[in-house]
T-cell receptor, first 114, second 118 residues
Framework: GAGVSQSPSNKVTEKGKDVELRCDPI?????LYWYRQSLGQGLEFLIYFQGNSAPDKSGLPSDRFSAERTGGSVSTLTIQRTQQEDSAVYLCASSFQGVIAEAFFGQGTRLTVV | AQTVTQSQPEMSVQEAETVTLSCTYDTSESDYYLFWYKQPPSRQMILVIRQEAYKQQNATENRFSVNFQKAAKSFSLKISDSQLGDAAMYFCAYRSAIRGGSNYKLTFGKGTLLTVNP
């Protein structure tokens, strides 16, 4: 596609429910990142995928958070038993491999837990 | 671990004037990359400008330029001839130049909200 696509754009869920957030990276990009942006905060790194390598999950805040990337393309971030503190904008980015490669971001999913 | 600090939560500028956004960072590495991203209300992060730490020359992109002071670990963004479309949240970010693992991740500051007054 022309850019990184995330869905849904907005999600309201009840506390305790599970949610899935989807990211379609730019075709050909081997690297994919998930970030969380809480109100008034910067972007917090969650997880990083690079090709077929094991993902770097060091930023996931708890075991309620998980992510997968199927076929080296689409990624899904799953939050189980959502809590109110999970409310945030979840941003996905993709890039070619390499430290100087520009990361392109999607428009994010705004998650609200009520 | 690297940290990025933006000490100005909000800034305002008159249209056509110049504004400078501040950013400092902390790292023990000698080679790295610094970025300024713009986030308009659409939420999509847009790369404004990039600086390689090994380059002494300050990066410039049209109306946007940086003042990179490596010894002081400072990386400010100057916007000249400000336009209404420049109004957005601006984030400073750091990326290690060490290959491999999570070094590819970007570490962000908390952002500066820029308002442009007509």
């Amino acid at each position: 596609g022309a850019g990184v696509s995330q869905s849904p754009s907005n999600k309201v869920t009840e506390k305790g429910k599970d949610v899935e957030l989807r990211c379609d990276p730019i075709s050909g990009h081997t690297a994919l990142y998930w970030y969380r942006q809480s109100l008034g905060q910067g972007l917090e790194f969650l997880i990083y995928f690079q090709g077929n390598s094991a993902p770097d999950k060091s930023g996931l805040p708890s075991d309620r958070f998980s992510a997968e990337r199927t076929g080296g393309s689409v990624s899904t971030l799953t939050i189980q038993r959502t809590q109110q503190e999970d409310s945030a904008v979840y941003l996905c980015a993709s890039s070619f491999q390499g430290v100087i490669a520009e990361a392109f971001f999607g428009q994010g999913t705004r998650l609200t837990v009520v | 671990a690297q940290t990025v600090t933006q000490s100005q939560p909000e800034m305002s500028v008159q249209e056509a004037e110049t504004v400078t956004l501040s950013c400092t960072y902390d790292t023990s590495e000698s080679d790295y990359y610094l970025f300024w991203y713009k986030q308009p209300p659409s939420r999509q992060m847009i790369l404004v400008i990039r600086q390689e730490a090994y380059k002494q020359q300050n990066a410039t992109e049209n109306r946007f330029s940086v003042n990179f002071q490596k010894a002081a670990k400072s990386f400010s963004l100057k916007i000249s001839d400000s336009q209404l479309g420049d109004a957005a949240m601006y984030f400073c970010a750091y990326r290690s130049a060490i290959r491999g693992g999570s070094n590819y991740k970007l570490t962000f500051g908390k952002g500066t909200l820029l308002t442009v007054n007509p």
